[in-house]
């Protein structure tokens, strides 16, 4: 699941179930037949993402946790070098995804039902809840030219999700698109120029 395609369209990362543990798989695509174990051990290692140039891996994990709370982590492309990013004890963050220059990342944190589209600097330094609080939160995207974050959220008094943007300069938070169903997964192409969801 979660599959997250490279910069160059030559990798692709993905969560897969080894026995009771989510683990983090790079394939390439000139070879399907060659996969490679990036994370190991017994924790959750889920959500991957790639950094614009292709050197940084982030991802959420609960190997530091001891409730099983997701942090944020980085990790060089090749699974080495991780570095933890947040280190909240009684907040799950996940979904994170960097700006298209690299020097942030957005990500959604929540803690006893209310969730928050959170922004911090790429070294973890600065975090923020950018918008909230949320019945519920996920998929930032951002868009391409890295001034808005595109998220799906439920927000209070509603019972299904929608999407929405949230402005880098002005901090404005706009419903971009609402349905009588849940709207999800926003994920801007790579031209920028069409949004897809579900």
């Known amino acids: 699941s979660n599959p997250s395609w490279s910069p160059d369209g030559s990798q692709v990362l993905y969560n897969r179930r080894i026995n009771a543990s989510q683990k983090i798989f790079m394939v390439d695509t000139a070879d399907p037949s060659r996969k490679i174990q990036l994370t190991f051990g017994e924790s959750f290692d889920g959500n991957p993402g790639w950094s614009p140039d292709h050197k940084r891996i982030i991802f959420s994990s609960d190997r530091d946790s001891a409730r099983n709370k997701d942090d944020i982590y980085v990790m060089d492309a090749d699974g080495g070098n991780v570095r933890r990013l947040t280190n909240t004890p009684d907040v799950t963050e996940w979904s994170a995804k ?101």
């Open 98 to 198: 960097f700006s298209p220059d690299g020097a942030r990342i957005s990500y959604v944190a929540g803690a006893e039902g209310s969730y928050y589209l959170s922004l911090m600097e790429a070294d973890g330094s600065d975090q923020q809840h950018a918008a909230g609080p949320y019945k519920f939160a996920e998929f930032p995207s951002w868009r391409r030219d890295g001034k808005q974050v595109y998220f799906s959220a439920i927000d209070q008094g509603r019972s299904d999700a929608d999407i929405y943007s949230y402005d880098i300069e002005t901090h404005e938070v706009k419903t971009r698109i609402s349905t009588p169903a849940a709207d999800v997964c926003p994920h801007f192409t790579y031209d920028g120029r069409t949004l897809t969801y579900a």
